[in-house]
């Protein structure tokens, strides 16, 4: 994973989410919003696909179509060439949420052997993998913490930990670092791509920061309100090494500035 | 207690004490004056007072007349006696733990039932409801009687009045506290293809500590109101209930206050309990202590 593959799968390989045409409309009170309308989109294997987009533009609920959290109205979706529900079934994805979610009253080594309690592994293999993940994120240590005793961006570690737990080779991460402070998240955005590099998951990433897209991702995604559809897909020149000044370069800036045209063709800077 | 507590309480208690001594006096007074024009003898202040709170049947026993009487049938009695508080206090302690343990049960299933099911929830949620609506007091002695028919007397039939009482709370509580987590933390079960009695045990319950212990604390008190309550119809036999209905029958006030006496603090003891079992498993669960 260190060499410089290009972008994207080998072609002709099954990708590994594939949405077609697909719709969401829910009904509310005020009367059906379109949250998702006509998109299509194919993830391949190893990529780190970020979607970015303003408030409402979809890109969470197609993060929750992926995992069978929300139901499409249209259009078809497969996931690892099954439906959305076999692979929540198959425990195919681990998901990461805005808020690190974790159980209070479990500490750090606990909450991270949740998914590994319910999915029936055994204890020595639940201790093995738990030890594994916390130091993939750098958490060695922290094992017997209560979640009220670390800090937030800990947290969130913790609540990536829990999610690489278990063996899904998708990973869904929606806003994971959304309520964190700059450094934290620069530092953040550092250790997951170390972590990406070193697995060899397939990463789909919500954000709202054009910088945090544009460093992350192998592919950009970018979607619009009002129906929440996608306006541009971006496929990232930046080589897999990425140190964190790679953003003061011509070529992380020229992709940020696409994106941020994607996103004025898309009409989301108006009436914000 | 903290010694920033200890003035503030001595306060309150002390207060209290003034207040009740005071009504004392205001309050035996007339009878006692009653008593000096019978006899037709003279007498001043002092005399009155210290009379007031020494009649045999007052309207309001004085504190030390019922600490007295508390001392003589708990310490100096036997508590085999018929007339120790100790033996009726257990009477009544052992119907009042009875039917909170039935109560706390009966609540919790009920609030399992009505999470899990959207039709239990619409139709026992009103009735439980309604339940309490009827006054006890009412109630109590028919259950009484109705049991007694069928065979049932002693201990159950109590415990069944204080089962009435506190399963409410434990009801209400539970139905909140199971639907505690939040949607984050459901959605996270989900993606996990988490069965039903896995998201019950491993989320919805420990979330709902908190609320169980705080409806416990409720439930337990009316635990033993339930218990006094369901001795009242049946002929004051035995239990603080009984000792209350006796003391009434004969105006024996200071029997009546020391049982109201225990009653509290049996009351209060309860409620500790639950209140130190309450921060023990929140504090093994984690909490901030």
């Not at chain 1, 979607?51 to 497969?78: H, M, N, W, Y």
């Not at chain 1, 052997?113 to 201790?127: C, F, H, N, T, V």
């Not at chain 2, 006094?228 to 036999?237: W, Y």
Request: with cysteine.
């Amino acid at each position: 994973m260190q060499t410089a593959v290009p972008t994207g799968a080998t072609p002709g390989a099954h990708p590994v989410i594939r949405a077609s045409n697909l719709d969401l409309t829910f009904q509310t009170g005020d009367g059906p919003v379109r949250a998702l309308s006509n998109v299509s989109l194919d993830i391949a294997k190893g990529d780190f696909v970020s979607f970015i987009g303003p408030s409402g533009c979809g890109k969470t609920t197609l993060l929750r179509v992926i995992a069978d959290l929300e139901q499409p109205t249209g259009g078809s979706i497969t996931v690892n060439g099954v439906s959305p529900e076999q692979a929540r079934r198959d425990r195919a994805y681990g998901y990461v949420f805005q808020a690190a979610g974790l159980y209070p009253w479990r500490n750090i080594a606990r909450n991270v052997a949740l998914p590994l309690e319910i999915m029936g592994y055994s204890k020595a293999e639940q201790r093995e993998r738990v030890a594994r993940t916390l130091d993939l994120v750098n958490l060695t240590g922290f094992e017997n913490k209560f979640p009220w005793q670390l800090s937030g961006g800990m947290q969130q570690r913790a609540s990536i930990a829990r999610a690489l737990a278990f063996d899904a080779d998708i990973l869904l991460m929606d806003e994971p670092f959304g309520a964190l402070d700059e450094i934290v998240r620069d530092h953040l955005n550092e250790q997951l791509l170390q972590l990406w590099a070193r697995t060899t998951k397939t990463i789909a990433f919500v954000t709202h920061s054009i910088p945090e897209a544009v460093y992350l991702s192998t592919k950009i995604v970018v979607m619009s309100p009002r129906p929440g559809r996608v306006t541009d897909v971006i496929e990232s020149t930046l080589p897999r090494e990425r140190p964190l000044d790679i953003r003061e370069t011509p070529e992380f800036l020229e992709i940020a500035h696409r994106v941020r045209e994607g996103l004025r063709a898309g009409h989301s800077y108006e009436d914000v | 207690m903290g010694g920033g507590r200890t003035v503030p309480v001595l306060v309150v208690v002390a207060a209290i004490m003034a207040i009740w001594y005071a009504a004392t006096v205001w309050l035996n007074t007339p009878w006692q004056l009653g008593v000096y024009d019978r006899e037709g003898r003279s007498w001043n202040t002092p005399e009155l007072i210290a009379d007031t709170m020494a009649q045999e049947r007052p309207v309001l026993p004085a504190p030390h007349q019922v600490a007295v009487e508390i001392w003589e049938t708990t310490v100096e009695k036997k508590v085999t006696s018929k007339r120790s508080l100790v033996y009726h206090a257990w009477i009544t302690l052992s119907a009042t733990l009875l039917g909170f343990a039935i109560g706390t049960v009966l609540g919790i299933v009920l609030a399992v039932a009505i999470v899990h099911n959207r039709a239990t929830d619409r139709s026992v949620m009103p009735w439980v409801i309604a339940s309490q609506t009827i006054p006890i007091l009412a109630i109590a002695p028919m259950i009484i009687v109705v049991l007694n028919a069928v065979g049932l007397s002693g201990l159950l039939p109590k415990a069944l009045i204080s089962t009435y009482l506190s399963f409410f709370p434990v009801v209400v509580g539970m139905v909140k506290g199971l639907r505690a987590p939040e949607a984050i933390q459901l959605d996270l079960m989900r993606t996990y293809s988490a069965g039903t009695g896995q998201v019950f045990w491993k989320l919805r319950w420990p979330s709902s500590m908190p609320y169980l212990f705080a409806s416990m604390k409720v439930a337990v008190a009316i635990s033993l109101v339930g218990a006094i309550v369901g001795e009242l119809p049946t002929g004051a036999v035995a239990g603080l209930g009984a000792r209350l209905l006796a003391g009434s029958y004969y105006g024996q006030t200071i029997q009546i206050w020391s049982a109201l006496i225990t009653a509290a603090v049996l009351a209060a003891v309860l409620v500790s309990l639950v209140g130190a079992a309450n921060t023990y498993v929140l504090r093994r669960m984690g909490a901030r202590t």
